[in-house]
T-cell receptor
Framework: SQTIHQWPATLVQPVGSPLSLECTVEGTSNPNLYWYRQAAGRGLQLLFYSVGIGQISSEVPQNLSASRPQDRQFILSSKKLLLSDSGFYLC????????????FGQGTRLTVV | AQSVTQLDSQVPVFEEAPVELRCNYSSSVSVYLFWYVQYPNQGLQLLLKYLSGSTLVKGINGFEAEFNKSQTSFHLRKPSVHISDTAEYFCAVSMDSGTYKYIFGTGTRLKVLA
């Protein structure tokens, strides 16, 4: 069966420090991968999605970037964190094809101080 | 571009009462529709989805939703809620062609009262 791993679960980082959140999927190949940010009252904001290795689509201009160095690995990064980057970050994967459901990781609670 | 609107940010309801959580979408092409539930500090899990066919879709935990193309709505309902249904509920839409974007609404926090 397929599983998705996302880590760390919680993270406290100072303003100006770098960020790297990692997400890996097991048990499937060529998944579509997604990064979302959830902030209070703003629902799930799509940040990036990827349909293949090295293919990244950015939805919202921001202080973050994403990379997909391997088929089942998706990384969210920042060179210098801002206070506004605080939030709950969720990674998700979907099988190829339209109309497929998404499967989510357990999320990372990021607090920038 | 497609978008999803959840009209109610919070819905309080007494235990064993019925509930409806509203979702409207906007898209220039056909879409697929989904409802997810999120318990505190966890990821999301799928309640139900509409791909095609019957407009009334039944999901897990006694939830159901009805797709209304003319009103561009996909409202979620449960005839009798339990305390354990207290959670946040998200409506989502994906296109049926052209892009693999997967868009969520802002969520509705359902609070079931004893």
């Amino acid at each position: 069966s397929q599983t998705i791993h996302q880590w760390p679960a919680t993270l406290v980082q100072p303003v100006g420090s770098p960020l790297s959140l990692e997400c890996t999927v097991e048990g499937t190949s060529n998944p579509n991968l997604y990064w979302y940010r959830q902030a209070a009252g703003r629902g799930l904001q799509l940040l990036f999605y990827s349909v293949g290795i090295g293919q990244i689509s950015s939805e919202v201009p921001q202080n973050l970037s994403a990379s997909r160095p391997q088929d089942r690995q998706f990384i969210l990064s920042s060179k210098k964190l801002l206070l506004s980057d605080s939030g709950f970050y969720l990674c998700a994967w979907r099988p190829q094809g339209f109309g497929t459901e998404a499967f989510f990781g357990q999320g990372t609670r990021l607090t920038v101080v | 571009a497609q978008s999803v609107t959840q009209l109610d940010s919070q819905v309080p309801v007494f235990e064993e009462a019925p509930v409806e959580l509203r979702c409207n979408y906007s898209s220039s092409v056909s879409v697929y529709l989904f409802w997810y539930v999120q318990y505190p500090n966890q990821g999301l899990q799928l309640l139900l989805k509409y791909l095609s066919g019957s407009t009334l879709v039944k999901g897990i935990n006694g939830f159901e939703a009805e797709f209304n193309k003319s009103q561009t709505s996909f409202h979620l309902r449960k005839p009798s809620v339990h305390i354990s249904d207290t959670a946040e509920y998200f409506c989502a839409v994906s296109m049926d062609s052209g892009t693999y974007k997967y868009i969520f609404g802002t969520g509705t926090r359902l609070k079931v009262l004893a």
